[in-house]
């Protein structure tokens, strides 16, 4: 059976991550743009990252010869409202000559709207501890939607904001009730906005990071996978307490004082699809300071430490259309390896095509077995700045050399197109 023929093979990124020109054609800065020194590795910058903004016309050329049929990228929220209340032409501009690039080349643009760099201004303003973020949040998603709709069919309001509620903490402090609730009602308000201004039906969902906790014959039963992968007690982190929520209009018990019944109007609005980032098995994750009884001594891992665990794939794709019975996107899926120019030239990595290889297999099971899934984008398309790890960190089919900017192929990317190409018939 296999994959379905319109099923989406992709890529992703983030602006932040890739685009660098942090202070050009009126952009100001991000949170990320003026870290605290000592915060991020090295004290590297993303100033410059990948230079997408200038060679995002020989990146869609990548794109294009890969066979691309999806790409996610994000939108510098300050690049395109660099002030209260203020569009900025040029930044508009940028996202617009993108969209109708990748239009052209038949791939199909999907935007996330934050992807953790809140501007400056609004961090200023109190960030995500202040109400008025979120209608701030709802005007950017308003904005961006009037501008784009009728050309991207595809929308994320947030990427992983189970990662963006600490990080956001660690740098302003505040209560992280009060930061979670108004991601949750900016979430809501935006997509009211984005509805109501839509030149077309869109496809919406919240980007979670997947903590999918997988079966394991005589160790964890199905039934007891998919409690604890949809259970409440990882805190923030948990899925579930952002999943719920939006997709189901439950309130977690622990959740229970800080989200009332006018709250959840707003936020439980409907959506389109489940949308989910997954690395490896929560079951397999080294808890500092904890003893985990499945991990062990050079236990396969990528260079980030998350565990190759290819199972993760099947187990979240059945566990959340068991849940909220939505088809499936796997918003970001990849492998961070050590990486370099080899002496013919080339980037050989391995690695990463089994970890590709070993994953889509997983992820093609649940697709035979009935559940919807409706695309697989992986990340992401180019090497990039991997927030407080900085650079160390290649997640790319496409390796960069970052003082001169070249890029290069690696074996992963012809072997990926190879997989798109045949629709994964291949694998
Ligand atoms: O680079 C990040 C991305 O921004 C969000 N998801 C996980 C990736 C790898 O750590």
């Not at 961070?336 to 002496?343: A, K, L, P, T």
């Amino acid at each position: 059976m296999g994959f379905p023929q319109n099923f989406l093979w992709g890529a992703a990124s983030a602006a932040a991550q890739i685009e660098g020109a942090w202070d050009e054609d009126g952009r100001t800065p991000s949170i990320w743009d003026l870290m605290p020194p000592g915060k991020i590795s090295k004290n590297e910058t993303c100033h410059t990252a990948c230079d997408h903004y200038h060679r995002w016309r020989e990146d869609v050329e990548i794109m294009k010869r890969l066979g691309l049929k999806a790409y996610r990228f994000s939108v510098s929220w300050s690049r395109v409202i660099p002030a209260k209340g203020v569009i900025n032409p040029k930044g508009m501009a940028f996202y617009r000559n993108l969209v109708d690039a990748l239009t052209e080349a038949g791939i199909e643009p999907m935007i996330t709207l934050y992807h953790s760099d809140l501007p400056q201004w609004v961090f200023e303003m109190g960030g995500w501890n202040d109400d008025k973020c979120v209608e701030e949040f709802a005007f950017y998603a308003k904005t961006m939607t009037e501008a784009l709709s009728d050309k991207v069919k595809y929308w994320f309001t947030m990427n992983e904001p189970q990662c963006m509620l600490p990080d956001f903490q660690e740098l302003a402090g505040g209560d992280a009730t009060q930061i979670y609730r108004n991601m949750l009602l900016a979430h809501g308000k935006a997509i009211q906005e984005m509805r109501a201004s839509a030149g077309q039906p869109l496809k919406i969902g919240m980007v979670v990071m997947g903590m999918v906790v997988e079966a394991l014959p005589g160790i964890m039963t199905e039934n007891k996978a998919a409690e604890m992968t949809f259970s409440d007690l990882g805190g923030y982190m948990t899925m579930l307490r952002w999943t719920d929520p939006i997709l189901a209009g439950k309130v977690p018990e622990s959740m229970k004082d800080v989200l009332s019944e006018e709250d959840m109007k707003i936020i439980c609005q409907p959506l389109d699809l489940f949308c989910v980032n997954v690395y490896g098995s929560a079951n397999f994750y080294d808890m500092p300071g904890r003893d985990n009884p499945l991990s062990y001594p050079g236990i396969p891992k990528s260079h980030i430490g998350m565990p190759f665990r290819p199972e993760c794939m099947y187990y979240m794709a059945k566990f959340a259309w068991e849940r909220y019975h939505l088809p499936i996107l796997f918003t970001e899926n990849g492998f961070s390896n050590i990486d370099f120019v080899m002496m013919d030239e080339k980037v050989h990595d391995p690695q990463r095509i089994d970890y590709i290889h070993r994953y889509l297999l997983s992820l093609r099971r649940a697709v035979e077995e009935g559940i919807p899934v409706e695309g697989y984008l992986y990340w992401s398309i180019l090497d990039n700045f991997e927030w407080f790890k900085g650079y160390d960190l290649r997640f790319g089919l496409v390796y960069i050399d970052y003082p001169t900017q070249k890029r290069t192929l690696k074996d992963s990317a012809f072997y990926y197109r190879d997989v798109i190409a045949s629709n994964g018939e291949i694998l």
